[in-house]
């Protein structure tokens, strides 16, 4: 199995920019797909498997196909509170490092994290990139993730984040959520801007 040949095909496929594909032994055992945000992340995710089991003849679970959307329009250099500008992850073997990018006023605010490549460990490392990427805006304080979960609410999955922070004023913690709309990533750094954004001030 020619795991390179697979991701420059599946690069191709219209509004898909990049395919990444962790394997283990001719295994796939997850596919991140960074796409443009002209297509539902569901249409996305049946192209991919359309075409790896038209081309290759392989059969791609959706559970291990994982969408990111970024575009100019979730841009809005008007809003004075930051912006997601891209969500990406890199796996590395065993482990993975998700990079969550913010803009804000012209700037762009990286936050990163490492752990491993498990799905049950993704949306924390998520959570944990954003947390770093907020971190950087403010002025001294110290953030840590303490948990990230995902309820049901009547017919809605919820993401929904708990942050301990540390600074000027002590020790105080703050809750954020935001509602997932298929994008379980996007939805989790939402949830970290909402449980902070109001900690976040203008620049001098």
């Not at 795991?3 to 898909?16: A, D, F, G, K, Y």
């Not at 891209?86 to 700037?107: K, N, Y």
């Not at 703050?174 to 939402?190: F, H, K, L, P, Y």
Request: proline share 5%; glycine share 8%.
């Amino acid at each position: 199995m020619n795991i390179q040949e697979i991701e420059e095909t599946l690069s191709r496929l219209p509004s898909v920019n990049a395919v990444r594909i962790a394997a283990h032994r001719d295994e796939i055992r997850e596919v991140h797909v960074l796409a443009a945000p002209d297509k539902a992340p569901k249409q996305v995710v049946r192209d991919v498997q359309t075409l790896a089991l038209a081309r290759f003849g392989i059969t791609l679970d959706r559970r291990t196909i994982s969408v990111v959307q970024i575009g100019p329009e979730r841009l809005d250099p008007g809003d004075d509170r930051p912006a997601i500008k891209g969500v990406h992850e890199i796996p590395e073997g065993t482990r993975t490092t998700v990079v969550v990018t913010l803009a804000w006023h012209g700037e762009d605010y990286v936050g990163t994290a490492t752990g491993p490549a498990a799905p049950t460990a993704r949306l924390r490392l998520v959570g944990e990139a954003a947390v770093r990427a907020v971190e950087s805006l403010l002025h001294g304080d110290a953030l840590a993730l303490d948990s990230v979960g995902s309820p049901v609410i009547g017919m809605r999955t919820v993401m929904v984040v708990v942050i301990v922070s540390t600074g000027e004023r002590g020790e105080e913690v703050a809750v954020g959520s935001a509602i997932s709309n298929g994008d379980d990533s996007e939805a989790t750094v939402r949830a970290v801007l909402d449980a902070l954004n109001r900690r976040i001030t203008r620049p001098d």
